[in-house]
């Protein structure tokens, strides 16, 4: 085991391609609460990261330090990064020691039989194979495609395969030499182990994501409703607009309804969103309103401006964190049975299969006719939330977590 820090603080390295001084996303915010709650629990914290297209390559943010590698792309692991982020490790490490390294997915992984601390890696969802999480080629997505589109997926299959075959290699390395593994949920547990018998499973852990219970927490709907000026049920969509995410599920479904039943609000940007804005446009679909991207402070108003929130995913998510967050205010969940998403909503919300548009809808019809359920599961899954997803509860546990690895030692280098 290597000495700790200067003053006898733990001393700990994040590696991750992306934080929030690049962009907002759910995995740059578990990432930020992850470290500050580091810090509030007395540990050293440095974050090594691509570099930003703006400000200073170091700086210091709420008690956490940054280290942002030159003449890498920023969010990308192109261009050397993980030589760039081995070397960049090496000079943090010979000044003043850590203790422990954890890995953001695979951003570590040129650290890997190079070190001789522990290493602690946390996955958003499971790379194994080629295809990513979101990928076009699962067939449940597939099926959604228009001809022009498969087509244009088809030109872009070898370009995918190659990338995603190269994560999978690193994955396998991050996965075989971490002292311990992190994942969201027990979905994703069982697929790793599925995947990799061999694995130790001992190492593997389960801890949510945490949600912020105090900026997504219950607020006056009719208060919300009103300055967003929403005057009927409202369903909510709240993703980037992909087609994995299924916001043509979405669209589908309400377009099948009474036009009088409710509104949709579909929230977000991407590639989709053409696509919608057309298909809306030539179905004269009057109930149906794109708001695009708001800010990271409105997100808590749409989601307790909504009656229901509508998660139609295609893919297989690992968690399913804007279902949670949506529980956390107070907000009950329709959505498909993918992925992690059952083990998230337990009994605070609705599942329909995946990609069934009709059941969706009809879904939809029938429990719009109960606010009185809706009232009672959506207080349900507020509960839930405290219980399971908080973020002093993730904290808590990751903290257990580093300290066993660090007193059990470990690292190949």
Same mark, same amino acid.
């Given at each position: 085991?290597?000495?700790?820090?200067?003053?006898?603080?733990?001393?700990?390295?994040?590696?991750?391609?992306?934080? !929030?001084?690049?962009?907002?996303?759910?995995?740059?915010?578990?990432?930020?609460?992850? $470290?500050?709650?580091?810090?509030?629990?007395?540990?050293?914290?440095?974050?090594?990261?691509?570099?930003?297209?703006?400000?200073?390559? /170091?700086?210091?943010?709420?008690?956490?330090?940054?280290?942002?590698?030159?003449?890498?792309?920023?969010?990308?692991?192109?261009?050397?990064?993980?030589?760039?982020?081995?070397?960049?490790?090496?000079?943090?490490?010979?000044?003043?020691?850590?203790?422990?390294?954890?890995?953001?997915?695979?951003?570590?992984?040129?650290?890997?039989?190079?070190?001789? #601390?522990?290493?602690?890696?946390?996955?958003?969802?499971?790379?194994?194979?080629? @295809?990513?999480?979101?990928?076009?080629?699962?067939?449940?997505?597939?099926?959604?495609?228009? $001809?022009?589109?498969?087509?244009?997926?088809?030109?872009?299959?070898?370009?995918?395969?190659?990338?995603?075959?190269?994560?999978?290699?690193?994955?396998?390395?991050?996965?075989?030499? &971490?002292?311990?593994?992190?994942?969201?949920?027990?979905? &994703?547990?069982?697929?790793?182990?599925?995947?990799?018998?061999?694995?130790?499973?001992?190492?593997? +852990?389960?801890?949510?994501?945490?949600?912020?219970?105090?900026?997504?927490?219950?607020?006056?709907?009719?208060?919300?409703?009103?300055?967003?000026?929403?005057?009927? %049920?409202?369903?909510?969509?709240?993703? @980037?607009?992909? #087609?994995?995410?299924? %916001?043509?599920?979405?669209?589908?479904?309400?377009?099948? +309804?009474?036009?009088?039943?409710?509104?949709?609000?579909?929230?977000?940007?991407?590639?989709?969103?053409?696509?919608?804005?057309?298909?809306?446009?030539?179905?004269?679909?009057?109930?149906?309103?794109?708001?695009?991207?708001?800010?990271?402070?409105?997100?808590?108003?749409?989601?307790?401006?909504?009656? !229901?929130? *509508?998660?139609?995913?295609? &893919?297989? %998510?690992?968690?399913?964190?804007?279902?949670?967050?949506?529980?956390?205010?107070? /907000?009950?969940?329709?959505? &498909?049975?993918?992925?992690?998403?059952?083990?998230?909503?337990?009994?605070?919300?609705?599942?329909?299969?995946?990609?069934?548009?009709? @059941?969706?809808?009809?879904?939809?019809?029938?429990?719009?006719?109960?606010?009185?359920?809706?009232?009672?599961?959506?207080?349900?899954? @507020?509960?839930? *939330?405290?219980?399971?997803?908080?973020?002093?509860?993730?904290?808590?546990?990751?903290?257990?977590? !580093?300290?066993?690895?660090? $007193?059990?030692?470990?690292?190949?280098?």
């Amino acid at each position: 085991m290597t000495k700790t820090g200067v003053d006898g603080e733990v001393r700990v390295c994040i590696v991750a391609r992306t934080t !929030l001084h690049h962009s907002a996303g759910g995995m740059q915010e578990s990432l930020a609460g992850l $470290a500050e709650g580091l810090v509030d629990q007395g540990k050293e914290v440095v974050v090594i990261s691509s570099a930003t297209p703006s400000g200073p390559p /170091t700086r210091v943010h709420r008690g956490v330090e940054f280290h942002f590698v030159d003449d890498t792309t920023p969010e990308s692991y192109a261009d050397d990064f993980f030589e760039k982020v081995y070397e960049q490790f090496k000079r943090l490490h010979e000044a003043n020691p850590f203790d422990v390294v954890f890995s953001e997915s695979v951003a570590a992984a040129g650290l890997c039989d190079r070190i001789s #601390i522990p290493l602690v890696a946390r996955f958003h969802g499971i790379w194994i194979g080629w @295809r990513p999480s979101e990928s076009l080629y699962f067939p449940e997505v597939w099926q959604t495609l228009n $001809a022009r589109e498969r087509t244009l997926a088809t030109r872009r299959l070898p370009s995918t395969f190659y990338y995603g075959s190269r994560l999978s290699r690193l994955a396998r390395l991050v996965y075989e030499t &971490s002292q311990a593994i992190v994942l969201d949920s027990e979905f &994703s547990r069982a697929r790793l182990q599925d995947r990799m018998p061999g694995l130790d499973r001992d190492k593997i +852990l389960v801890v949510p994501p945490a949600v912020d219970t105090h900026r997504f927490a219950p607020s006056d709907k009719a208060v919300a409703r009103d300055r967003l000026g929403i005057e009927r %049920p409202a369903l909510l969509f709240l993703s @980037r607009m992909t #087609i994995a995410k299924g %916001p043509r599920i979405a669209v589908q479904a309400v377009e099948a +309804l009474d036009p009088d039943l409710c509104e949709l609000v579909m929230v977000g940007s991407g590639r989709e969103s053409a696509f919608l804005h057309r298909y809306v446009a030539s179905k004269k679909i009057d109930n149906v309103r794109f708001a695009g991207l708001v800010s990271a402070r409105d997100l808590a108003t749409y989601l307790n401006a909504a009656d !229901l929130l *509508v998660y139609p995913e295609l &893919s297989s %998510p690992a968690f399913g964190l804007v279902g949670a967050e949506a529980m956390a205010c107070g /907000t009950p969940v329709i959505a &498909s049975d993918a992925g992690a998403i059952p083990e998230v909503i337990g009994d605070c919300g609705y599942l329909f299969p995946r990609g069934d548009v009709s @059941r969706l809808a009809s879904l939809i019809s029938e429990v719009l006719v109960a606010p009185q359920t809706l009232t009672e599961m959506g207080q349900r899954g @507020r509960r839930r *939330v405290e219980d399971l997803f908080s973020h002093e509860r993730m904290v808590e546990t990751m903290v257990d977590t !580093l300290e066993r690895v660090r $007193a059990l030692g470990g690292g190949k280098g």
